[in-house]
Every structure is written in C-alpha cells, then in structure tokens.
C-alpha cells in the first residue's frame, strides 16, 4: 500500500510541475513544492501540500484516488477426512479478479473416495490462485489469495440471450423448362434373342472381394482419476491379501415378486418410497450375518475382530466410478427404511455430494450387478471385509417344484469370502439361510 501512495503521489507532483512551468518564478515554487511533496508519506497530505503551494494548479491536473483492501487473506485446502492428506484439483469455478460470496463453490478437489466442494468462508474479491486445474494439493496448503470484504470484482456473465437469425431467403424458383419440339417415334423394339449357353467345361469366375487395408489407427490416452486409481489399487490388493473364494446358489423370486405386487402401490402411498428387492436382501443379509457373526468379523493382524453391529456397505454406481454407502445398524431398520436409505444414497452418488462419512466403515457388502443385466459374476471382498454377497438379474428358468418342471423366476447368487477367516461350511450356510428368506419373505417377520 505504501508503494503504490508514493507512486500516486509522484504522479500527481509531476502533472503539477508541468503545469507551473508556465508561470514566471516557477523553478523556485516548483522545487520546493516538489522537495516537499517527495517527503510525505501518504496521499492525503500530498494533496494539502500542492494546495498550500504559493502557485494554484488547474483543476484538470488533480486526481483522487481510493484503494479498498488490505492484506490478502489465504483460503487453504481443508481436511477432507482423517486418512485423506491430498488431493487432485478437478475444476476451477472462479478466476483471479472476480468476485466470491460466502458459501460459493470455488473448485472441486478429487480425492481417493469423493469429490470435494472447497467453498468460500467470507465474501471478497480472488487476488490469486496457487494452483492450477489437475495440480495436487496437500490439506493445510494455500489454496486462494483474496481480499476479505473487497468487491467490485467481475461476476460471472450471465448467458446472452441467442440471436434470432434472420429466415433465410427462399431461392428464386427455376425457370420452367420449355417444350421441346416432339421426338420423332422410335423404331420398334427388336425381337427378343435367347440367352446364350456357356460354353461346355467352363466354370463360373470366384466372386472378387475387396479387403480393406488397415488405414487410420487412433489412440486415445486419458490420465486415471484419483478415485479410478485408488479403486485399481484397492480391488488388486484385495486380490493380493485375501484366500478369495465364491460359493453360488439360486433363490426362486416367486414369493417377494408377489409379495411386491400385492403391496407395492400401498408401500408408496405410506412411506412415499418405491418398493424395491433390494430391503429383502439387505433384510436378509442381516438375519445371516447375525446368526454367522464369523462372516461379520475381520482379520487384524493375529487376531479376529468380532463385530456386534452390522453395517452393510451397498455398491453404487457414479458418473466418476463405483461408490459404496453405508448403511448402519442394519438389524434395527425396517424395509421403508432400507429403501429410503438406498434411495438417498444412490441421488447423493449421481450428483457427487457423497461424504466421506457416507462411506466410512462397513462391515458387509452386496453388489447388486442384475440392474446392469449381468446373469452371475464373481464379486471381490470389499478390504478389509471378508465377505460380499453379488447379485443378479433374474430370469424365468426351468425350475422343478414338489417333482414338477416349472418356469419360475430365478436369481443367482454369489458369495466371495476370505477362505482365511471363513470356511466353506460358513459360507454355504450363510448364502443359504438368504436363499431361504428371500423366498419366503414371512420368515424375517417371524424370525426364523
């Protein structure tokens, strides 16, 4: 601030010492109203000096100023959560000179699990950004340089209304074709002759094909996102850590197709929710892990973690990759419940407001790939679980009931475990006890 008052102020001497130069016994006014003028420090009193002065300047060579501001205030990289020390900046929202609210999305910041929203704390006017779009980031870094309570920065320009093209000229209409004079009458046509033989032990040429050459091969290389990376990462650990085996079964979709049916216009009006399978499931898998608390535990080290809560992580799919929500304490929520929950999550997923909170923890995951189409999968244990249920679409099949061949709707599953900490008898007692309430629903009303 001080540097730029000593310039103003030299500004403002220097037009008035030209202007003196006209009058008789100026050198002397001049030199020391400008040996006076360099001493001062501020603009204020330069301008009670060259008022004082024994000569009057024009008022055309006087200028005023006013600065607003201070010393730029830094809006540094916020945590993101306890196990989060970086991240990548995926977009700008603002630029140097313009003009922040409070509460305003300045830039998104990808991180291994989410994309953060940095917003502003105060309003002002950006000095100064000191990063740029896919620079990395540590928290607690310089992020923003602005002026805290400054405006007159640009705003975002409001989109112009699209100009009304003027309707294209119609083109001018084709002269009409003129008649001509009349043909004189064609000969008549002549008889027609038969078609001529092949001549004997000739044979018909192969029919030419043309092969086209490889022509233009185009790559495209993309740099991984940080969230596409760190699922890279996550799933070949898993792989590399884990004695991964699957277990599969059908489940007959009969009975909660019907139970859908019959309830599902009630179960909108109520709980203002869709009624989908995905409860059932979930519901399902609760009871199981219940019973089995061996598939709810994990391996830390040496030693069995058993886990008196059941917190069932559910696979979402996001424009930036899978994501997986937690829901808590699965065995205390109802059906509306779960699917609320579901609901909520997988709006939070397509728009990117999902926290790190949202997908803290777990204990059990099911990845429901059917809405994709897929008939049966291997899924991979979600580390450091030791279990994940898949699911998939359901199809009418062949299926024999009390001795006969029907055609029902059948689903398969599949279970993936740690082979470490869970043993194949586990497991096919696991899947099974789901395989026994999805289809017959009332047993998780009796608990059975």
Not at 98 to 118: N, S
Not at 225 to 230: F, G, I, P, Q, T
Not at 295 to 302: L, Q, T
Not at 427 to 432: C, E, G, P, S
Request: proline share 7%; glycine share 6%; with cysteine.
């Amino acid at each position: 601030m001080i540097q730029l008052e000593k310039r103003l102020c030299s500004l403002v001497v220097g037009r008035a010492a030209r202007s003196v130069a006209t009058f008789r016994g100026a050198p002397s006014v001049v030199k020391r109203s400008f040996g006076t003028a360099l001493n001062v420090q501020g603009a204020a009193q330069s301008r009670n000096v060259l008022k004082n002065a024994a000569f009057r300047v024009p008022a055309s060579h006087l200028r005023y100023f006013s600065v607003t501001g201070g010393e730029p205030s830094v809006i540094p990289v916020p945590s993101m959560g306890d196990s989060i020390s970086e991240g990548t900046i995926v977009s700008w929202h603002k630029k140097p000179g313009d003009q922040i609210e409070m509460d305003e999305i300045l830039c998104e910041v990808e991180t291994d699990k989410v994309t953060v929203e940095i917003r502003a704390p105060d309003a002002g006017v950006i000095q100064e950004l000191c990063a740029k779009e896919g620079d990395t980031v540590l928290v607690g870094s310089d992020l923003i340089k602005y002026l805290k309570g400054a405006t007159g920065g640009a705003k975002a320009d409001a989109a112009a209304p699209p100009k009304k093209e003027a309707p294209a000229k119609a083109p001018p209409a084709a002269d009409a074709p003129k008649p001509q004079a009349a043909a004189a009458p064609s000969a008549p046509p002549s008889a027609p002759q038969p078609p001529s033989k092949p001549a004997a032990g000739s044979a018909s040429a192969p029919p030419q094909f043309q092969v086209s050459s490889m022509g233009e091969r185009i790559d495209r290389r993309v740099p991984m996102s940080r969230m596409r990376k760190r699922i890279a990462e996550r799933l070949k650990d898993s792989q590399n850590t884990a004695a991964m085996l699957t277990t599969y079964n059908e489940i007959d979709m009969t009975s909660v197709m019907e139970m859908r049916n019959l309830y599902k216009d009630e179960f909108q009006k109520k709980h203002n929710i869709k009624l989908g399978f995905m409860s059932a499931f979930v519901s399902a898998s609760a009871k199981a892990l219940k019973a089995l608390p061996i598939v709810n535990a994990v391996i830390d080290g040496e030693d069995i973690v058993y886990r008196d809560y059941i917190d069932i992580s559910v696979a979402v799919s996001s424009p930036t990759g899978l994501v997986v929500p937690v829901l808590r304490d699965v065995q205390n929520l109802s059906f509306a419940a779960i699917e609320g929950a579901i609901n909520h999550y997988g709006e939070k997923a397509q728009s990117g407001s999902l926290a790190l909170e949202d997908m803290a923890g777990g204990t059990f995951t099911i990845s429901n790939g059917g809405v994709f189409g897929s008939m049966m999968s291997t899924p991979i244990v979600n580390q450091p679980q030791s279990a994940i249920l898949g699911m998939h679409a359901t199809t009418k099949r062949p299926y024999v009931v009390d001795g006969k061949i029907e055609i029902r709707p059948i689903m398969y599953v599949a279970l993936s475990y740690d082979h470490r900490i869970i043993d194949g008898r586990e497991a096919v007692t696991f899947l099974k006890m789901i395989k026994q309430q999805v289809e017959d629903p009332r047993r998780m009303l009796l608990d059975l």
